[in-house]
């Protein structure tokens, strides 16, 4: 079994304990260093307010966090390592990289016109999970990728196939983005064609879809389902969330669950004004809080929850680097 990279040193799957698997200690839309001065000013704030949420999710057991931040949305795996030192929870960051629309593709792709890119995105997640990142030190414990709503671009074709490649080059699991419930089919499409057992891999934001054909498309393959944006009711409301959710367990799917709400607790350059209306239940309690007692009420056993949050985490780990598809 593989030892989990965590931002403070390896750990255990079976140390990992109560794991939310999508949160965001901090992230920074590309662009964000045009207020890079004010950025600074607010880095010790920063880390008293992660220590602060970490302590408030230690009292409700949490145990595990991984903040799949990847590479070109300002990532800083030494602020998390900081965080980490001074709380209770172990913190797991990312190697790879962002969607075309929202990330900082332009880089890889000029290079790619003169190029291999797909070689030199894979030497560098590769590098981030086996030596640390850049001169820290600090290595990454997971590959996160991307696609768009209702289409995965040559761009975003490319991360993947270079995030397959890392993972079978060391074993580490993957973590994925989808955009409004879709393509998540085709991302364990490429990525198995690439030899990645879909055991080994997270289809986050799955639960921005209701639709149950989409999910077991995916879970009849093996992969894990991420339900992990509770609380964003902007982006498709938990009622929706919860229905499918409730389905899934009652037929038996709770194996290739996991929970957690991709919330943002600090924001580079500087914070947006979020109408308190968006924040009302988008915290990284809410599981805790709200939708646990609420799957109980409808008849989900302690047993199948426990499975999802502490389970489910410590297999992903402990088998992708043995997974075969
Ligand atoms: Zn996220």
Same mark, same amino acid.
């Given at each position: 079994m593989a030892n989990v990279q965590t931002v403070t040193g390896a750990c255990s799957p079976d140390a990992l304990g109560t794991t939310l698997m999508h949160e965001h200690l901090l992230i920074g839309w590309?662009?964000?260093?045009?207020?890079g001065e004010e950025d600074r000013v607010q880095r010790r704030e920063r880390i008293a307010r992660c220590v602060d949420q970490l302590h408030e999710l230690h009292g409700l057991g949490v145990s595990t966090l991984l903040d799949p931040c990847p590479i070109d949305l300002g990532r800083d795996v030494e602020l998390m390592a900081e965080v980490a030192q001074r709380s209770k929870v172990r913190l797991v960051c990312a190697t790879g990289l962002y969607k075309e629309d929202q990330g900082a593709p332009v880089y890889f792709k000029f290079r790619q016109q003169f190029g291999d890119a797909l070689s030199e995105m894979t030497d560098l997640f590769v590098s981030e999970l086996t030596e640390g990142v850049g001169e820290t030190g600090i290595r990454a414990g997971v590959i996160k990728v991307a696609t768009s709503a209702h289409q995965i671009t040559p761009y975003e074709e490319l991360v993947l196939r270079a995030a397959a490649r890392a993972h079978r080059a060391t074993g580490a699991p993957i973590t994925t983005h989808t955009d409004e419930g879709t393509m998540g089919v085709q991302q364990l499409d490429i990525l198995t064609s690439e030899g990645?057992?879909? =055991?080994?891999?997270v289809v986050g934001h799955?639960?921005?879809? =209701?639709n149950l054909d989409y999910h077991l498309a995916m879970l009849d393959r093996g992969a894990y389902l991420g339900f992990d944006r509770f609380g964003l009711e902007l982006l498709h409301p938990d009622r929706a969330r919860q229905a499918a959710l409730i389905g899934l367990l009652g037929v038996g799917f709770e194996k290739q669950i996991v929970l957690s709400h991709d919330t943002v607790w600090c924001w580079r350059g500087r914070a947006p004004t979020i109408p308190a209306s968006i924040l009302a239940d988008w915290h990284p309690t809410h599981v805790f809080r709200k939708i646990i007692p609420r799957l109980r009420e409808a008849g989900v056993s302690q047993a199948k929850i426990d499975t999802m949050l502490i389970e489910n985490p410590r297999r992903y780990f402990a088998e992708a680097g043995t997974a075969r598809c």
């Amino acid at each position: 079994m593989a030892n989990v990279q965590t931002v403070t040193g390896a750990c255990s799957p079976d140390a990992l304990g109560t794991t939310l698997m999508h949160e965001h200690l901090l992230i920074g839309w590309p662009g964000w260093e045009a207020h890079g001065e004010e950025d600074r000013v607010q880095r010790r704030e920063r880390i008293a307010r992660c220590v602060d949420q970490l302590h408030e999710l230690h009292g409700l057991g949490v145990s595990t966090l991984l903040d799949p931040c990847p590479i070109d949305l300002g990532r800083d795996v030494e602020l998390m390592a900081e965080v980490a030192q001074r709380s209770k929870v172990r913190l797991v960051c990312a190697t790879g990289l962002y969607k075309e629309d929202q990330g900082a593709p332009v880089y890889f792709k000029f290079r790619q016109q003169f190029g291999d890119a797909l070689s030199e995105m894979t030497d560098l997640f590769v590098s981030e999970l086996t030596e640390g990142v850049g001169e820290t030190g600090i290595r990454a414990g997971v590959i996160k990728v991307a696609t768009s709503a209702h289409q995965i671009t040559p761009y975003e074709e490319l991360v993947l196939r270079a995030a397959a490649r890392a993972h079978r080059a060391t074993g580490a699991p993957i973590t994925t983005h989808t955009d409004e419930g879709t393509m998540g089919v085709q991302q364990l499409d490429i990525l198995t064609s690439e030899g990645v057992a879909p =055991s080994a891999i997270v289809v986050g934001h799955s639960c921005g879809s =209701s639709n149950l054909d989409y999910h077991l498309a995916m879970l009849d393959r093996g992969a894990y389902l991420g339900f992990d944006r509770f609380g964003l009711e902007l982006l498709h409301p938990d009622r929706a969330r919860q229905a499918a959710l409730i389905g899934l367990l009652g037929v038996g799917f709770e194996k290739q669950i996991v929970l957690s709400h991709d919330t943002v607790w600090c924001w580079r350059g500087r914070a947006p004004t979020i109408p308190a209306s968006i924040l009302a239940d988008w915290h990284p309690t809410h599981v805790f809080r709200k939708i646990i007692p609420r799957l109980r009420e409808a008849g989900v056993s302690q047993a199948k929850i426990d499975t999802m949050l502490i389970e489910n985490p410590r297999r992903y780990f402990a088998e992708a680097g043995t997974a075969r598809c």
